[in-house]
């Protein structure tokens, strides 16, 4: 019996699991990685830790399972996107931290390109702003000595974390990347499928030192550490790979996952769809290896808004209890929260508005606070979806969900309830991972098709809506007026 092993490398861990022919998941390993916070909104990380992270977690993996390299089909790897690292060709080492897609030290450096914004947009899907690599490429080469010159002549390299983990793991054979990384980088252009020469030109970024790209779901070389042999069959950014493990195959397919923030995509085929409401479109993986897109929709405080419940109010002793409280009462009382705490993301792109509570009165206590604000992760999950459907003007009719808040049964019902769509969570949580050894099993021949993924992919439980309709329009109407309101007050 052979295995899947699928790298999946995140901002706070990096984990190797091993998968089974059925795609149930056998074993997991998982090491946390640190971040360094050097200035106020600077986030980074070392990308050697990183590395070494994967090789420690491959080997715990196999040691603990008592397996053998001979035991693994092939290999797949899933990534933080757009995180950043710049290395020297030759010695393999990193020339400067990685710089973490989070960071803000790019502010500036986007700034003086906004009057792009729409030759941007239209090339990359993106918005100009210090989450994607470009940018922060721009910031690393500034920093080294004759960066410019010696990235041109092709001894300074630039990879997002795939690129880099490849290159490491076969002792600097593969230089790659996937389309699915590639877009990520605002270099990529997502109609011709090439890196653009006026968007190298915007950043000042040679395109010697950029990795050739191809489809998520191919042959990317062969991983060789410690003399041990893995062909790399399958990479993806980590929402695409979660996409893709959620069995989201269609066009008008669509996943959440509700995290530390919420990260919504819908496959929108193979045409892209530019957004004039501040999503981003996006290339997904494929099993044929053709290219679809994505639209795409960010929220930047989910699950941290039941962290916030838990470690700064101290409401509750667990993220587990906040479905306790919310439980205990009917409804929120009349209570609407809105977790603007680093402001508001797609569909308002509000960076200057804070976070506000409406509706108290004497009777508010602190179960209906708590159901606000498990409610609020759901409203803003539906101001997303809302707009991605007036976009694509396809309407939603099921909602594949992952993530750590997808434990919540009050938070999913209540999502089911105000969308009034069906809420579906799949037996295998760890979408990410599982996308990625799909792909990687899909490309290897372990698995024969999509037919035989849809086969093995399980379902544990779904949620059908249960609110009539004029419940679900005063809940509109008051969550509405909470935003204006919200947005007046900076
Ligand atoms: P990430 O990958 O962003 O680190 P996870 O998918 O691991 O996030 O999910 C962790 C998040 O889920 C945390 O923000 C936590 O507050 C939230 N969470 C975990 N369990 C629950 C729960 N039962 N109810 C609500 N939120 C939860």
């Known amino acids: 019996m052979k295995y899947i092993l699928s790298i999946d490398q995140g901002t706070t861990s990096t984990r190797a699991l091993l998968y089974n022919k059925e795609g149930k998941l056998v074993f997991k390993s998982q090491q946390e990685v640190a971040c360094l916070y050097p200035y106020d909104?600077?986030?980074?990380?070392?990308?050697?830790?990183?590395?070494?992270?994967?090789?420690?977690?491959?080997?715990?993996?196999?040691t603990k399972m008592n397996i053998t390299y001979d035991e693994i089909d092939s290999m797949g790897i899933t990534n933080q996107r757009e995180t950043t690292v710049v290395f020297d060709k030759e010695t393999g080492m990193p020339l400067y931290n990685a710089i973490v897609w989070q960071s803000r030290q790019t502010v500036e450096i986007c700034e003086s390109r906004k009057p792009y914004e729409s030759m941007v947009h239209e090339k990359t899907g993106l918005i100009i702003n210090p989450y994607f690599s470009a940018s922060k490429i721009r910031f690393i080469l500034d920093r080294i000595e004759n960066g410019y010159e010696r990235a041109?002549?092709?001894?300074?390299?630039?990879?997002?974390?795939?690129?880099?983990?490849?290159?490491?793991?076969?002792?600097?054979?593969?230089?790659?990347t996937d389309y699915t990384n590639a877009?990520?980088?605002m270099l990529f252009n997502i109609n011709t499928l090439e890196y653009d020469k006026e968007l190298l030109k915007l950043f000042n970024i040679p395109l010697k030192m950029l990795p050739k790209v191809q489809p998520s779901r191919s042959?990317?070389?062969?991983?060789?550490?410690?003399s041990k042999k893995l062909k790399i069959y399958g990479v993806a950014g980590d929402q695409q790979a979660a996409l893709f493990g959620q069995n989201c195959f269609e066009s008008?397919?669509?996943?959440?996952?509700?995290?530390?923030?919420?990260?919504?995509?819908?496959?929108?085929?193979?045409?892209?769809?530019?957004?004039?409401?501040?999503?981003?479109?996006?290339?997904?993986?494929?099993?044929?290896?053709?290219?679809?897109?994505?639209?795409?929709?960010?929220?930047?405080?989910?699950g941290a808004s039941i962290q916030w419940l838990r470690d700064s109010l101290r409401m509750i002793n667990s993220a587990a209890e906040s479905e306790?409280?919310?439980d205990r009462v009917?409804?929120?009382?009349?209570?609407?929260?809105?977790?603007?705490f680093v402001g508001l993301g797609a569909p308002y792109w509000d960076d200057a508005c804070r976070g506000a509570v409406f509706g108290l009165n004497r009777g508010t206590t602190k179960e209906h606070f708590i159901q606000a604000v498990l409610n609020s992760i759901a409203l803003q999950t539906?101001?997303?979806?809302?707009?991605?459907?007036?976009?694509?003007?396809?309407?939603?009719?099921?909602?594949?969900?992952?993530?750590?808040?997808?434990?919540?049964?009050?938070?999913?019902?209540?999502?089911a309830n105000i969308l009034n769509s069906k809420i579906v969570l799949p037996e295998c949580l760890e979408t990410t991972s599982l996308g990625v050894a799909y792909l990687a099993g899909l490309g290897s021949g372990y698995f024969k098709d999509l037919e035989d993924i849809k086969k093995i992919h399980k379902i544990s439980k779904e949620f059908y809506p249960n609110m009539d309709e004029e419940c679900r329009k005063e809940i509109d109407k008051k969550r509405k007026k909470a935003i204006e309101a919200t947005r007046v007050f900076k």
């Open 382 to 415: 539906k101001d997303v979806i809302k707009t991605i459907e007036e976009e694509t003007k396809i309407k939603l009719t099921t909602l594949k969900v992952d993530g750590g808040a997808t434990a919540n049964d009050y938070l999913m019902q209540y999502q």
């Open 41 to 62: 909104g600077w986030v980074e990380q070392d990308a050697l830790d990183i590395f070494l992270s994967v090789v420690n977690v491959i080997n715990d993996c196999l």
């Open 324 to 326: 306790k409280y919310a």
């Open 183 to 185: 877009s990520r980088t």
């Open 152 to 176: 041109k002549k092709g001894e300074i390299l630039f990879g997002t974390i795939d690129t880099w983990l490849m290159y490491k793991l076969s002792n600097k054979k593969i230089f790659k």
């Open 330 to 340: 009917k409804d929120s009382g009349g209570v609407y929260v809105v977790p603007a």
């Open 219 to 226: 042959l990317f070389g062969t991983a060789s550490f410690l």
């Open 252 to 302: 008008g397919d669509s996943k959440n996952t509700y995290g530390t923030g919420c990260f919504m995509l819908m496959n929108i085929g193979s045409k892209p769809i530019l957004s004039s409401k501040g999503l981003i479109t996006t290339i997904i993986a494929t099993a044929d290896g053709s290219v679809n897109y994505a639209l795409e929709g960010s929220v930047f405080i989910g």
